[in-house]
């Protein structure tokens, strides 16, 4: 996941993250490392997702627009 956040976090430190999709009913609240950073832009690996996290996340992904 890419992230624009208003801080910057170093580069391998694990951050909480709680987002809404459109396709799942409530947030996903989820645990993430930052394997890239750019001054605010931060790209996140998610760590443990439940196997209803990942199923939403792919389903979300899936129906994205191909660009």
């Given at each position: 996941?890419?992230?624009?956040?208003?801080?910057e976090i170093a580069k391998d430190?694990?951050?909480?993250?709680?987002?809404l999709l459109p396709n799942f009913?409530?947030?996903?609240?989820?645990?993430?490392?930052?394997?890239?950073?750019?001054?605010?832009?931060?790209?996140?690996?998610?760590?443990?997702?439940?196997?209803?996290?990942?199923?939403?996340?792919?389903?979300?992904?899936a129906a994205l627009p191909l660009?």
């Open positions: 996941m890419g992230a624009v956040l208003t801080q430190e694990v951050l909480s993250l709680e987002f009913p409530v947030p996903l609240l989820v645990r993430s490392i930052v394997r890239y950073r750019r001054g605010f832009l931060h790209g996140l690996e998610f760590l443990g997702l439940t196997e209803e996290q990942q199923t939403a996340i792919d389903s979300y992904c660009t």
